[in-house]
Every structure is written in C-alpha cells, then in structure tokens.
Nanobody
Framework: EVQLVESGGGLVQVGGSLRLSCAASGFVIGNYVIGWFRQAPGKEREGVSCISEEGTYIDDSVKGRFTISTDAAKNTVYLQMNSLKPEDTAHYYC????????????????????WGEGTLVTVSS
C-alpha cells in the first residue's frame, strides 16, 4: 500500500523557515516523480517543486527560497522553505506519480497518482 506522510508544517513569522518532510512507503521514490503541491485558500492546487531522475523543478514564486531534496535511504523527500512570505500560506501536499518523459517539471494535478493528507503552513505578518 502506498502512503505519503507529511510533517513539519506550522505557524511561522514572515522571514522564517520551515522544513517539510514526506515519508513514502510502498514504492521507491527514486523511480517516481515526487514533490510538493500547495493550495492556498480560494486558489487552485499548484505544483511548487518536484524531483525525479529527469531533473528538478522549482516554481518561480519560490525560486531562491525553497529547496527540494531526497534521502533515498529513508525514502523521504524534503522541502526546505526559507524567507517565508504571507503568500506562502497554504496546505502543502506531498505527491508521487510514476510518469516518464515529463522532464524537470511537476505533473499536472490531474496526473498525480498519490497524494499525502497535507500539512498546513501559516506565515504570519
């Protein structure tokens, strides 16, 4: 059974940092596109950062502030978020999909096969 379990969300002040973790089970993350989507209130779910054998994608809105990484031994993906802004407030979801030929980008949300439950990040000003 595939599971994605996120942790690390919370309340942080503007300019602060958080690190999200996503522990995957039931598959090997190195064989998948894995990453993070987020959904802010009243907005559509969007890809923030994804990683696969084909490369790494970081959305322009977080470039230079967020970093995605993986630990193959722990089968875990991380999202280090620095210099947080109020507009980063959202539910963050870990995703995984076994899709190939995508290149260094996140899949469409309609193509995501597995979703975590989500973790809330709130940035206060």
């Amino acid at each position: 059974e595939v599971q994605l379990v996120e942790s690390g969300g919370g309340l942080v002040q503007v300019g602060g940092s958080l690190r999200l973790s996503c522990a995957a089970s039931g598959f090997v993350i190195g064989n998948y596109v894995i990453g993070w989507f987020r959904q802010a209130p009243g907005k559509e779910r969007e890809g923030v950062s994804c990683i696969s054998e084909e490369g790494t994608y970081i959305d322009d809105s977080v470039k230079g502030r967020f970093t995605i990484s993986t630990d193959a031994a722990k089968n875990t993906v991380y999202l280090q978020m620095n210099s947080l802004k109020p507009e980063d407030t959202a539910h963050y979801y870990c995703i995984a999909v076994d899709i190939y030929g995508l290149g260094p980008r996140c899949p469409s949300r309609y193509d995501v096969r597995y979703w975590g439950e989500g973790t809330l990040v709130t940035v206060s000003s």
